[in-house]
């Protein structure tokens, strides 16, 4: 079986990184982790490098966007990379990139899309005074948390919760979503996932 080659962009932690990684590994999987990349000294570069996976790091601080394209994509084209899965990347990627990219750019968004779009999403949804909140993945298009929506995933907002709160207990379910998610891609389902 030939095994798409799938390239994960962090710039955090790394936890959805590594849920899809570990997913990655087992033999039955459509993917392999070829590469993982950082704009920045991202904690989960270390944890990558752990797992025995192929790491770069390219800087975006004090460079024109272009230029760290360039470098980002020709680092990708490198390792051989066919689908990318932005996992806690916090670079929006011009519509350029994303043209060469087309239709094989995945993104994990901890918010119920379309709401919610951009930062503090966890904030925005308890102001919302909405009683689920939850995470999506789409594939990604030139508009920021756009695209057509692949998965999601909804956790109630409990009386009490903080951002912070609401942030921890979606973290797993992130984890849960995106290699279910990602398996259907990479097996050419058009489909979303059901609700989990
Ligand atoms: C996740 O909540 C993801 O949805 C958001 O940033 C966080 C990244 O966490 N975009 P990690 O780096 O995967 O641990």
């Not at 797992?51 to 394209?69: D, V, Y």
């Not at 951002?163 to 290699?179: I, N, V, W």
Request: hydrophobic fraction near 45%; aromatic fraction near 4%.
């Amino acid at each position: 079986m030939s095994r798409t080659r799938v390239a994960i962009l962090i710039s955090g932690s790394g936890s959805n990184m590594v849920a899809l990684a570990q997913d990655m590994a087992r033999a039955d999987h459509p993917g392999e982790a070829v590469l993982v990349a950082a704009n920045t000294d991202a904690t989960g570069l270390q944890k990558a490098a752990q797992m025995g996976l192929r790491t770069a790091m390219i800087p975006h601080q004090g460079r024109a966007k272009p230029a760290f394209e360039a470098d980002l994509d020709a680092s990708l084209r490198d390792a051989g990379a066919e689908v990318i899965c932005l996992a806690g990347f916090m670079r929006v990627l011009s519509a350029d990139f994303v043209a060469r990219w087309e239709g094989r750019i995945l993104n994990i968004h901890p918010s119920l899309l379309p709401l919610f779009k951009g930062l503090d999403t966890h904030r925005k949804a308890l102001e919302s005074g909405m009683a689920v909140h939850g995470c999506t993945v789409h594939g990604v298009t030139a508009a920021l948390d756009d695209g057509p929506i692949l998965g999601q995933a909804v956790i109630p907002i409990e009386p009490g919760d903080t951002p912070e709160a609401l942030a921890a207990r979606l973290l797993p379910r992130e984890h849960q979503l995106y290699p279910m998610v990602l398996r259907r891609f990479l097996t050419g389902e058009k489909a979303p996932l059901p609700l989990i």
